[in-house]
C-alpha cells in the first residue's frame, strides 16, 4: 500500500504565498516523476507542474515565474512554492506520483487533495 498525503493548503491574499508538501509512504521501491495537479469548481483537473526522478522541471504556462517544484528523495517528498497567488489559482490542488512497488511494477497515486483559496 502506497499513501499520498498532501499539506500546506489554506486560504491566503491575493499577492501571497503557499507552500504545499506532499509526502508518499508505504511499500515504495523508487518513486518516478511527481507532480502538482488542481481542480476548479466546475473546471476539468490540470496539471500545474512535475518533478522527474532526475530533476527535470515542467509548469504550465500560467504558473511559470510564480511556481516552483522542488522534491526530497531521501523525504519521498515533493513541494509546490506558490508565489504571487492570484484568485485564479484557486482550487483543490492533488499531488499525483509515479511509484515502483516493486523493481519493476509500479501504479500512479494520488493524494486526498488539499484546498487553496486565493481571496481578499
Known amino acids: 500500500q502506497v499513501q499520498l498525503v498532501e499539506s500546506g493548503g489554506g486560504l491566503v491574499q491575493p499577492g501571497g504565498s503557499l507552500r504545499l508538501s506532499c509526502a508518499a509512504s508505504?511499500?515504495?521501491?523508487?518513486?518516478?516523476?511527481m507532480g502538482w495537479y488542481r481542480q476548479a469548481p466546475g473546471k476539468e483537473r490540470e496539471l500545474v507542474a512535475f518533478?522527474?526522478?532526475?530533476?527535470?522541471?515542467n509548469y504550465a504556462d500560467s504558473v511559470k515565474g510564480r511556481f516552483t517544484i522542488s522534491r526530497d528523495n531521501a523525504k519521498n517528498t515533493v513541494y509546490l512554492q506558490m508565489n504571487s497567488l492570484k484568485p485564479e489559482d484557486t482550487a483543490v490542488y492533488y499531488c499525483?506520483?509515479?511509484?515502483?512497488?516493486?523493481?519493476?511494477?509500479?501504479?500512479?497515486?494520488w493524494g486526498q487533495g488539499t484546498q487553496v483559496t486565493v481571496s481578499s
Open positions: 518533478i522527474t526522478s532526475g530533476g527535470s522541471t
Open positions: 508505504g511499500s515504495i521501491f523508487s518513486i518516478n516523476a
Open positions: 499525483n506520483g509515479d511509484i515502483y512497488y516493486s523493481d519493476y511494477e509500479y501504479d500512479d497515486y
